[in-house]
């Protein structure tokens, strides 16, 4: 059984930065396509950023393109998602998620997910 612990998140002003941390543990990480999903107050979960197995294909929603990337380190068992320029609408709780379909797709919806962590908070105040 695959776990995911999220780590990074916190408090920071509009125009700041914060790095996630994705660790698992449990199961070897390079098996899976991973994400980052987010979750606002009374909104559904959205896809923010998501990575295949190799590093090799990316893809980023359009609201953060540009101020946000994400990695792995398959050595280190960890995917990270980089946050600059951040803005009060980017205040959520970051999810990571791993997906073990043997497509090449990295998909953007949640629910093929196999393993999501408890999430993060991250708040940007203006």
């Known amino acids: 059984q695959v776990q995911l612990a999220e780590s990074g998140g916190g408090l920071a002003q509009a125009g700041g930065s914060l790095r996630l941390s994705c660790a698992a543990s449990?199961?070897?990480?390079?098996?899976?396509?991973m994400a980052w999903f987010r979750q606002a107050p009374g909104k559904e979960r959205e896809f923010v950023a998501g990575?295949?197995?190799?590093?090799?294909?990316?893809r980023i929603v359009d609201s953060v393109k540009g101020r946000f990337t994400i990695s792995r380190d398959n050595a280190k068992n960890t995917v990270y998602l980089q946050m600059a320029s951040l803005k009060p609408e980017d205040t959520a709780v970051y999810y990571c998620?791993?997906?073990?379909?043997?497509?090449?797709?990295?998909?953007?919806?949640?629910?093929?997910?196999?393993?999501w962590g408890q999430g993060t908070q991250v708040t940007v105040s203006s």
């Open positions: 998620a791993a997906d073990r379909t043997i497509s090449q797709d990295v998909r953007r919806i949640s629910s093929p997910y196999d393993y």
């Open positions: 449990g199961g070897t990480l390079s098996s899976f396509h």
């Open positions: 990575i295949s197995r190799s590093g090799g294909a990316i």
